[in-house]
């Protein structure tokens, strides 16, 4: 007799059961609605590219958590870890066969094979949307609204946007001195909320010196409301720019769309990664502020 095989899950992967399969198909059903009343339209990437595209030339954290391997051709494969760097290949590859301005939505299982806890598993859906092809107020905002009715459409009572341009930041930098420390200042102001003032701080002293630190702790400080902050933002980063303007655009379309209650400028919201340029968000629930960020993104 042969021997039984044991059913289970790889660890860090699930199976989903009829009602939690209903529930979560309803809630992109209903993510998909809100994003197609914005103008955007679906797309589908392969879940197999190849290595060096997904990681390009550099190693770092990211090329640990991948699922690679090489496939019965002996071709250098792995599995994608996001939605983003895929996008950014199908762009290169079809933008002759596309319009511009291009909106997209892409709505797909990702993998990462990092540690897992409580809510982060190494298989996951992913929600994306994107416009290709206008750097403008007006396509930053459309985001901003995205967000917003997406929210809405999924019932959740409050919420936050916070927002930030990374241009105002870089400005900071450079007129502190410390512009080619960016990545690891970046880095560790976008953990202020995991690891605290006090180890920020001591990080930040690390890379840049005590006084430079304290320049960073004082701009990346909110809570003076969007148009105070944003004064002193400007103020401290060397005066009157276009991404302190864009900005200030950004807010004048959510009041005006009755989105000013949901909007806050957040100095220390930076977006890790240092391929983003300009406008970043992050959002936040007002009942769950200890999940963190449930829609998170910005221009790049």
Known sequence: ??????????????????????????????????????????????????????????????????????????????MRFDLTVPFARFMAEHVGELYLPFRRYHIAKVWRGENTQRGRYREFMQCDFDIVGADSATADFDIVATIASSMRALGVPGFKIHLNHRGVF??????????????????????????GMDETRRLLAELAGTSASDEVLEFIRGGDGFDATLERMTRIAGGPNPDSDRLESIAAMAAAC??????????????????????????????????????SGGRY
Do not use: H, W
């Open 1 to 78: 007799m042969a021997e039984l095989i044991q059913p289970r899950v790889l660890k860090g992967f699930r199976d989903y059961l009829p009602d939690a399969e209903i529930e979560r198909a309803s809630l992109v059903e209903s993510l998909v609605g809100v994003f197609r009343g914005f103008g955007f339209v679906p797309i589908d990437t392969p879940v197999l590219e190849y290595a060096e595209i997904l990681l390009g030339k550099a190693g770092g954290e990211t090329e640990k958590q991948v699922y690679r391997f090489s496939d019965n051709g002996g071709r250098d494969v792995a």
């Open 170 to 195: 870089n400005r900071f930098l450079a007129k502190a001195g410390i512009a080619e420390r960016s990545v690891g200042v970046l880095r560790v102001v976008d953990k202020l909320s995991k690891i």
């Open 258 to 295: 009755g989105l000013a209650e949901s909007i806050v400028l957040a100095p220390n919201i930076t977006r890790g990664l240092d391929y983003y340029t300009g406008a970043v968000c992050e959002t936040f629930l007002d009942g769950m502020p200890e999940i963190g960020s449930v829609c």
